[in-house]
């Protein structure tokens, strides 16, 4: 299968590593800047016949690929998704999916009407910890669900900002919940049965004003079975990154994922008694080299066998729809001091923008 890569910056090792190790043939690598894609090519042992494109619409009008991820700045991810889709090729779109709900329903319509295979890569979603934790809810062992929280608690500091300017602009990013969050967002989303009533919230930059965005975001939800869940995301912790944490707590269970980007059970407590709690803590228990995790390998998979088996992938755009109308939603209640009902039809970064 022919795969091509949009985007050398951060993120891009993971997918390079993915499509490496899912056996992908990989024919171009497309960026801006040319040394960052020969970087590439020489830190990852890429073949020399792998060919470079700076502009992408180049590389999809003279390549035969049949899977593209994108990994670019944010606020290019909807227009990228399009042309793609419009020339039949499947895709794995790197967080968030767009960065306005108009542009996310366009991209689901689309591939939809081409039968293209779109992911958004909520890699965490593939997590052992993650995954055994959806095990315990699609089997009931939490009972009733009484309320879930998310925190992200991270830092970054100005270099972080200046490396990509794009970062921290409502027109090519968001702040901390869009950027750093949205992952364990999602998985809170997810977990919690994906249906929200309401949501309130209070964002606010208490320490980058170089950027336009918030560092810090805390966030009251009301899901459609009665559960509440709390979000707590930032970019202002001291001196480095601290944790990555997600808790669920039910009628007859409690579960803790902690780590460096929940890839660690640190509580694991049911009233049935089914396992033994430190057997599985320590084999649900990964220990990765960076908040990116081990995702992404495993994301690949289930998206070349949904391309094989004309199936919807595991994570759908769809999936990808839901984490970004959440945040979307907690920057409106922030901006409008209110409670704000879902669904939601139309909104954008760009609505927050002064």
């Known amino acids: 299968m022919n795969y091509a890569l949009i985007g050398c910056g951060r993120i891009s090792p993971n997918h390079i590593i993915a499509a490496k190790d899912n056996g992908l043939n ?19 042992n890429l073949s020399k016949q792998i060919k470079l494109y700076t502009d992408y619409e180049e590389m999809i009008n003279n390549e035969a690929i049949d899977l593209i991820a994108i990994a670019t700045e944010s606020g290019k991810h909807a227009n990228i998704a399009l042309d793609c889709i419009e020339k039949g090729i499947n895709l794995i779109i790197e967080k968030p999916i767009a960065l306005s709900l108009e542009d996310a329903d366009k991209i689901i319509d689309k591939a939809r009407e081409k039968n293209i295979k779109v992911c958004a890569c909520h890699q965490n979603r593939f997590n052992k910890s993650v ?9 009931n062992r939490f009972g009733k ?12 500091g100005k270099s972080y900002y200046t490396q990509a300017p794009w970062r921290g602009t409502w027109e090519q990013d968001g702040g901390a919940l869009m950027n750093q969050c949205i992952h364990n967002i999602d998985l ?45 995301g930032t970019t202002n912790i001291y001196p480095k990154n601290l ?3 997600l808790y669920l707590f039910g009628e007859k269970g409690t579960v803790k994922a902690g780590g460096t980007s929940v890839n660690i059970i640190e509580e694991w407590n049911f009233a049935d008694n089914k396992d033994i709690a430190e057997q599985v803590k320590a084999q649900y228990h990964e220990n990765p080299p960076n908040v990116y995790g081990f995702g992404h390998t495993p994301l690949y998979k289930d998206v070349i066998q949904a391309i094989n088996e004309d199936r919807q992938p595991y994570i759908t755009a769809e999936a990808g729809r839901r984490a970004l109308e959440l945040i979307l939603a907690i ?5 409008e001091n209110r409670p704000i009902k879902l669904p939601l039809e139309q909104l954008s970064t760009l609505s927050f923008k002064e």
């Not at 669900?145 to 970054?156: E, K």
């Not at 320490?207 to 459609?224: M, P, Q, R, T």
């Open 243 to 245: 944790e990555e944490t």
């Open 331 to 335: 920057y409106k209640s922030s901006r």
């Open 145 to 156: 669900m009484f309320h879930g929280t998310a925190h992200v608690r991270w830092n970054r």
């Open 188 to 232: 809170l989303r997810w977990l919690m049965g994906d249906d929200v009533d309401e949501v309130f919230a209070y964002t606010s930059n208490l320490n980058h004003d170089y950027i336009e965005a918030e560092d810090l975001g805390i966030a009251l939800v009301k899901f459609s079975s009665g559960a509440y869940g709390i979000v707590e």
């Open 26 to 44: 990989i024919v171009a690598i497309c960026d801006i800047d040319r040394l960052a894609m020969e970087e590439k090519i020489e830190r990852f």
């Open 131 to 139: 995954q055994k934790i959806m095990q315990a809810i699609d089997d």
